[in-house]
C-alpha cells in the first residue's frame, strides 16, 4: 500500500530535509521516527526533491509503502498526533504503487521572501531583511532572460548531476509594500538554484550588474559567473504538481 | 549615565525574560551578556516587567546605567551587532537618572492571538491554534465586566503579591477571518494575569460558561474559580507607555 502524503514544515530548527548519518535533526528523520512507530516497522520515505537547511515547505510530497492498511483521514492524524508541532502533513492519499513522488512531479513551486522594511527579530526566519533600494523593473527585466529551457549550470553548485537543462516556465517578482516575493515555477531546480538566481537578480536590483548580464551569466556555465546566493530562510517549496 | 531601551523579540527559544540562576538562556542574560562586552564591566538592566517562556514582546522596555557615554544611534547597533538574531533593541535613548522603566510604566499594551484557522506549523510559535467555534459576541460581553478597577486576584497564579488590585482600561476582542486578536491595555498587569483571562474567554466563547460568570469569578478572589491559561505562546508585550 502506498501512501503520498503532503507536508509543511518551519525548517528553522533542521539540518534540512534528508536524513543525516550524523543523527542530525531533519524533516526526514523525525518523519520516519514516527512512521516507525506506526507501522512497527522500518518505513522509508521519498520525498518530491531535498530542501536545505533552514529552508521551509507548505507543499512537499513525499510517499512511503507500508501493509498496515489505513483510512487517510486517520493515517493523517496518526501521523500527526506524534510529530513536532513544527511539522504538520496537510495531507494523505493513497496512490497507486506505481506513484513516485520524485520522478511523476511535473513542476514544481517554490517562493522566495525579501522584507525591505524594518528588521522584525519575530520573522526573521521567515524572510531575508535587506535594507537597501532594489529596482525591481531592472529585477524583473533580468529575470525575463531566464524564463524558459536553459542550461543552468551557471546557477548550482552541484557538480555531479550531468543533466543540468531545466524549464523555467515562471519567475514573477511581485512587491507589496515593503515586501518582496519571487515566484519560480518550473519543471525542475538544480541544487541551490533559486537562491543563486534569487542572490545574483539581488546584484541587478542594487545595479551592481546590469540586467542584460544575466545572458552572459546563463551562457557561460559556470557557477564563478554567478557568486552571489541568497540565505535559506527566505525559502519556500511551495508546491509540487503532478 | 541611563539609558532606556526598547527591544523587540521571538520569545520561542527562551525560558522567558528574566534572568535565571541555572544558566538557561534568557533574554536578560543574553542583553547583559552584550552590554558587559560593550561597557566593560558588569552591567544590570531592569525591565518595565516580565515576559514568561515562550511570550514574545514588540515593546518592552528596560533601563540601565553606565558610564559609557554614546550616542544613542550608535549604542543601539552596538548591541544589535552582538545580539542573537531574535532579540532586537528597537531604540535606545539617553535618560534622567530618576527614569525608571518599572516604576515610571504608566500603562501596559498586551496582545493575544487565538487562530481558528488550519494549523500552520510555520506560525505555530506565534499564535494559540484553536479549532472549535467561538462566539465573539459572549466573549465581548464576558470582557465587559472586567473593564475598569478590580481586584484581579482570581487571575493571577501568584499569591505572594499583596496588592492585586489592577486597573484594565479596555479590553478589545477583534475578528479578522480566522484571526482573534485581544488587545489588552491598563495600569498594570498580575503574573500569568492576561492569559488566564483569555482562558477564561475561551471557555464563555466556547458556552461553557456563562458571560456574566465572570462578574462571580472576580468577586471570588480566589484562582480555583478561573482554572484555565491560554498558552503563552500567543501573548506578545506590545507596549510600555509612561
Known amino acids: 500500500m502506498r501512501y503520498k502524503c503532503t507536508v509543511a514544515y518551519d525548517g528553522s530548527a533542521y539540518h534540512g530535509f534528508q536524513i543525516q548519518e550524523n543523527n542530525l535533526s531533519t524533516i526526514q528523520a523525525q518523519i520516519e521516527q514516527v512512521l516507525k512507530i506506526i507501522t512497527k516497522e522500518d518505513t522509508r520515505i521519498y520525498p518530491a526533491g531535498r530542501?536545505?537547511?533552514?529552508?521551509?515547505?507548505?507543499?512537499?510530497?513525499?510517499?512511503?509503502?507500508?501493509?498496515?492498511?489505513?483510512?487517510?483521514?486517520?493515517?493523517?492524524?496518526?501521523?500527526?498526533?506524534?510529530?513536532?508541532?513544527?511539522?504538520?502533513?496537510?495531507?494523505?492519499?493513497?496512490?497507486?504503487?506505481?506513484?513516485?513522488?520524485?520522478?511523476?512531479?511535473?513542476?514544481?513551486i517554490y517562493h522566495y521572501l525579501i522584507d525591505l522594511g524594518p528588521y522584525d527579530p519575530l520573522k526573521q526566519q521567515y524572510r531575508y531583511y535587506y535594507n537597501h533600494?532594489?529596482?525591481?523593473?531592472?529585477?524583473?527585466?533580468?529575470?525575463?532572460?531566464?524564463?524558459?529551457?536553459?542550461?543552468?549550470?551557471?546557477?548550482?553548485?552541484?557538480?555531479?548531476?550531468?543533466?543540468?537543462?531545466?524549464?523555467?516556465?515562471?519567475?514573477?517578482?511581485?512587491k507589496e509594500q515593503n515586501l518582496i516575493t519571487f515566484r519560480f515555477h518550473g519543471d525542475g531546480f538544480l541544487h541551490n538554484m533559486v537562491r543563486i538566481i534569487v542572490g545574483m537578480l539581488i546584484e541587478v536590483g542594487r545595479k551592481k550588474i546590469k540586467p542584460e548580464e544575466m545572458e552572459h551569466?546563463?551562457?557561460?556555465?559556470?557557477?564563478?559567473?554567478?557568486?552571489?546566493?541568497?540565505?535559506?530562510?527566505?525559502?519556500?517549496?511551495?508546491?509540487?504538481?503532478?
Not at 501521523?79 to 506513484?99: C, G, H, M, T, Y
Open 51 to 108: 530542501t536545505d537547511t533552514g529552508v521551509h515547505a507548505y507543499g512537499q510530497v513525499f510517499h512511503f509503502d507500508t501493509v498496515i492498511d489505513m483510512k487517510e483521514w486517520n493515517m493523517k492524524n496518526a501521523i500527526n498526533s506524534r510529530l513536532p508541532r513544527d511539522i504538520a502533513i496537510q495531507k494523505v492519499e493513497k496512490v497507486a504503487d506505481s506513484f513516485h513522488s520524485r520522478y511523476d512531479a511535473k513542476s514544481k
Open 133 to 174: 533600494h532594489l529596482d525591481i523593473m531592472l529585477m524583473r527585466e533580468a529575470a525575463s532572460y531566464l524564463i524558459g529551457e536553459h542550461d543552468f549550470k551557471s546557477f548550482t553548485k552541484n557538480h555531479q548531476i550531468t543533466n543540468t537543462v531545466r524549464n523555467l516556465f515562471q519567475l514573477d517578482i511581485l
Open 217 to 242: 551569466i546563463l551562457s557561460a556555465l559556470n557557477r564563478t559567473k554567478a557568486p552571489k546566493i541568497a540565505p535559506p530562510n527566505g525559502l519556500y517549496l511551495s508546491e509540487i504538481r503532478y
